[in-house]
């Protein structure tokens, strides 16, 4: 039942025309509209889409339906798309906020030739669009309300995130009393787990007749905010663990101050000596060798270890709490596909 990338990435040529179509009634010269179509397809349309795709994906479980038909695959389309609209608006606010240098292997888009500062205004375009896909599609369905409720809800979420994230390990600025377990929690849950996670099944079963009141997507936060919050800590290990030609980058969570689950996992096992030297390495830019003594209190820490135990143990825990989901109210599979995806991942 999965979408393909290809499949997926067919329809974004389709909702761009859509906002581009309408910007004549909003007086826009024929320059603003080539900037915004430069815009969107620059920040919009790349990336690995994961995100979109899993809306799809589960409307296709829901209805158990290989192939939808095409006016609900285009709606479901339109709420795949929507999110990866929302990732766009929050992926050039963050690069501005964290003087990121590039975003998927070229320039950030705040660092494209005659962008600069005018990309804070963009990312409330970026963002402005999702509403005006939902009206064109979903004005009439009786879901409309509920899912402009669920993105704002989203949003809301994603940057209370955000703000703890940029407070506690700001740029220059290290300070690992800063840093906790519980930090880190609320970090990831807020600023990943709620939009990356969560909010594509719940816009997935909205779309096919889910009352929000329903107890099933309290069901679903139960299991999609844990696996989300893995998926991070996944991403928090492969950053220094992971191997660069496997992962595609190489990590620099300890050189740029981030409460990822490493440190705070360390900071809740050092010796007064292993913190200090944390202390006096973690964060710094340069030279190489501060990074490679904060990896070495890890490795003596033997962290590799307690990522592996914490990873089987939620990997069962989560299998656990899928296994009690009533299949007449959602399927099974709609979380076994998540977990799929995610568990033991290496990239």
């Known amino acids: 039942m999965a979408t393909t990338r290809a499949e997926f990435g067919s329809f974004f040529p389709k909702f761009l025309d859509d906002l581009l179509s309408e910007l004549p009634s909003f007086e826009a010269t024929p320059a603003m509209v080539e900037r915004l179509k430069t815009m969107f397809t620059y920040t919009v349309d790349g990336g690995k889409m994961n995100r979109g795709m899993s809306v799809v994906d589960t409307v296709k479980i829901v209805r158990g339906e290989s192939e939808l038909p095409a006016d609900v695959n285009t709606k479901a389309m339109v709420l795949g798309w929507a999110v990866e609209w929302l990732q766009a608006f929050f992926l050039v606010a963050d690069d501005i906020m964290d003087e990121s240098p590039t975003r998927r292997g070229q320039p950030a ?15 409330f375009i970026i963002e402005a669009a999702i509403y005006r896909l939902l009206k064109k599609y979903f004005r009439d369905d009786p879901c409309y309300v509920d899912l402009l409720e669920s993105f704002h809800e989203a949003s809301y979420q994603t940057e209370l995130g955000q703000m703890v994230d940029l407070l506690t390990a700001p740029e220059n600025d290290v300070n690992l009393d800063r840093f906790s377990i519980e930090k880190h929690s609320y970090i990831v849950t807020y600023k990943t787990a709620f939009y990356s996670f969560y909010l ?14 329903s107890p099933v997507l309290a069901v679903a936060r139960d299991i999609l905010i844990p696996l989300g919050v893995y998926f991070q800590v996944q991403d928090d290990y492969l950053d220094c663990y992971g191997h660069p030609d496997v992962i595609g980058k190489v990590g620099t969570d300890i050189e740029d101050n981030k409460c990822s689950w ?14 200090q030297i944390l202390a006096d390495n973690y964060g710094r830019k340069s030279p190489a060798e501060h990074a490679l003594r904060v990896k070495q209190v890890y490795n003596d820490l033997d962290l ?6 914490y990873e089987d ?6 299998q656990a709490k899928i ?20 568990a033991k991942r290496t990239k």
Not at 113 to 121: C, E, L, R
Not at 265 to 271: G, M
């Open 109 to 123: 888009w705040y660092r494209t030739a005659g962008v600069g500062t005018v990309a804070i205004n963009d990312s």
């Open 200 to 213: 594509p099944v719940v816009l997935a079963l909205l779309m096919t007749g889910t009352r929000a009141d």
């Open 262 to 275: 490493l440190i705070v996992q360390a900071l809740d096992r050092v010796t007064p000596e292993q913190r």
């Open 304 to 309: 590799d270890a307690v990522y592996k135990a």
């Open 313 to 318: 143990e939620t990997i069962a825990e989560l």
């Open 323 to 342: 296994s009690n989901v009533d299949n007449n109210a959602v399927p099974q599979a709609v979380f076994t596909a998540f977990l799929n995806k995610v």
